[in-house]
């Protein structure tokens, strides 16, 4: 009954100071929106009267931009595919035909001449596939062919025609750079070589037998991430089918990332996880997030501030406040693109993962991060990279390659390289005194309060690492790194140095209780 009591108090004192927490940063964010918008980039009149608003990311500028046309064109797309589906009772075989048509238009659209490159690397892979995925030598053969075209068409930006003999076709390449989307092409390829490869390799295996004596399999592990997406038979493994797959319209540009296992199960049956009310009340919810973040643009110009180079005039705490909403608007903006497209992908019947199932602002360890920023490609990376590489028991080697793997994903750049290093280094401590924690037993109340207030310590250490990596990564680069440190061990830097780690072991001791609370609910819904 103590214990509840204090925790009752605890909490409350909690709430008060994350509430002046928010104050101060919200404060401080519009003086120095106010002080400083004449001098940064990205600036625009906004429809809020009296208010520029920051669209300096390019990302956010061109999904904002084009958010009409994309929903009329994908309203369209949908009624058109429901429609037939409908009257011809269509069902994979049929389906990735009408979706591959439409999907095809779309990429003409915005790949014009372009789409010559993707559809002959698709094939290419493809076929690939078919004659090796037998083999013992696929994986080095699947991976060596995705590598290279990945690496080649960030090196080459996409290729021209003229080094083919077809230079006026380089007049027709798209209002689109094609070699960008194909990133997620590359995660597409990929998983269809895996899923085609494992079917072939287990297929004859009775799965209750499977996860004992599957020979191919290197652990119980795989087999059982294996057996959670919806095994779909030999003959979903079709050219129309892959090619639906790799370029289906309304997950083309930006995902969520799905396994082509699941994308063919449900392109056969149309998912019935959610009613048709719950994915209406899903694209309001999101219609409203799209305010909040009209709002935070037209008010906080973080990301204006990052691109700007104007951190180096700011003091320790406008940094930490700059970095801190950074961090937050990516979160946003990401949250946004990810369940629009998500959002047209139920209304067509396939259920992509969430890709940000929780808040920024409630994640207190790094893995836990992870697993909630890109979720969609967390689970792609421990499904293709982290199992087969030996899951858990090759960990510490895993990060480094799976966060390298991340970094050039995105981009050929050095900051995020420094961005996935950095990341690694702060991740190994963290395992190391997760591995401790559970060889720990708690005995007793002190006990438990003394591991809780640690693992409080701990968060508010993880937070700042994730902070100064994701500052490193998209604010200040890795020649930011030493003015960043010389600043914040100054005299001057030194308090806020200090006042952020007690916010951020505030704000995880709140996140505890928010953990509490739901496990408290699940136990009554039992």
């Known amino acids: 009954m103590k214990s509840n009591s204090?925790?009752?108090?605890?909490?409350?004192?909690?709430?008060?100071?994350?509430?002046?927490?928010?104050?101060?940063?919200?404060?401080?964010?519009?003086?120095?929106?106010?002080?400083?918008?004449?001098?940064?980039?990205?600036?625009?009149?906004g429809w809020i009267a009296g208010r520029l608003n920051d669209i300096s990311d390019s990302q956010w500028r061109n999904f904002r931009g084009n958010i009409t046309i994309l929903s009329v064109v994908f309203g369209i797309f949908t009624s058109i595919a429901n429609v037939l589906r409908k009257v011809f009772c269509l069902k994979a075989n049929g389906m990735s035909m009408v979706w591959l048509l439409i999907s095809l238009a779309y990429l003409s659209y915005l790949h014009e001449a372009c789409i010559i490159f993707v559809i002959c690397i698709a094939s290419a892979n493809f076929f690939l596939v078919k004659i090796l995925g037998g083999t013992k030598c696929f994986s080095i053969v699947l991976w060596g062919f995705n590598l290279s075209f990945l690496v080649c068409n960030r090196i080459y930006e996409g290729y021209q025609f003229s080094s083919f003999g077809w230079a006026y076709l380089d007049n027709f390449r798209g209002t689109f750079r094609w070699h960008i989307c194909f990133n997620f092409v590359v995660l597409r390829m990929i998983s269809f070589g895996y899923d085609y490869h494992w079917a072939d390799q287990c297929h004859r295996i009775d799965e209750e037998k499977h996860i004992q004596r599957c020979s191919y399999c290197s652990s119980s592990k795989t087999c059982y991430l294996l057996l959670q997406e919806r095994r779909v038979a030999n003959d979903k493994f079709t050219f129309p089918i892959y090619l639906s797959y790799l370029f289906y319209a309304p997950l083309y540009i930006a995902g969520p990332i799905i396994s082509f296992n699941a994308f063919a199960s449900q392109l056969d049956s149309p998912q019935n996880m959610y009613s048709s009310r719950e994915v209406a009340l899903y694209g309001i919810r999101w219609v409203f997030s799209l305010f909040l973040m009209e709002l935070m643009t037209h008010f906080f110009y973080y990301n204006a501030f990052a691109i700007s180079g104007m951190w180096r005039q700011l003091s320790p705490m406008d940094v930490f406040i700059i970095g801190y909403g950074v961090l937050n608007f990516m979160w946003l903006k990401f949250f946004l693109m990810w369940r629009y497209f998500r959002f047209w992908s139920l209304v067509n019947g396939i259920?992509?993962?969430?890709?940000?199932?929780?808040?920024?602002?409630?994640?207190?360890?790094?893995?836990?991060?992870?697993?909630?920023?890109?979720?969609?490609?967390?689970?792609?990376?421990?499904?293709?990279?982290?199992?087969?590489?030996?899951?858990?028991h090759k960990k510490i080697l895993n990060v480094w390659v799976i966060f390298t793997f991340v970094a050039v994903w995105h981009d050929l750049e050095w900051k995020l390289l420094s961005w996935a290093w950095l990341t690694c280094i702060f991740f190994i401590p963290e395992m190391l005194l997760k591995s401790a924690a559970n060889a720990f037993q708690v005995k007793g109340a002190s006990g438990e309060f003394f591991f809780r207030e640690l693992s409080a310590i701990a968060g508010a250490v993880t937070i700042t690492c994730l902070m100064v990596a994701n500052l490193v990564g998209f604010v200040i680069g890795p020649s930011g790194i030493n003015w960043l440190v010389s600043v914040f061990l100054k005299r001057e830097g030194l308090p806020t140095l200090g006042w952020l780690l007690l916010s951020f072991y505030i704000g995880t001791k709140l996140m505890f209780h928010i953990s509490d609370a739901k496990q408290r609910k699940d136990q009554r819904n039992r």
């Open 351 to 392: 259920v992509a993962p969430e890709n940000m199932p929780k808040c920024v602002n409630n994640c207190h360890n790094l893995e836990n991060f992870w697993k909630n920023w890109h979720a969609s490609f967390n689970k792609w990376l421990v499904r293709y990279i982290y199992i087969p590489l030996g899951g858990s």
């Open 6 to 45: 204090w925790r009752q108090k605890e909490l409350i004192f909690l709430v008060l100071y994350a509430l002046v927490f928010y104050i101060v940063v919200i404060r401080r964010s519009l003086r120095l929106s106010h002080d400083h918008y004449a001098k940064l980039n990205g600036l625009r009149a």
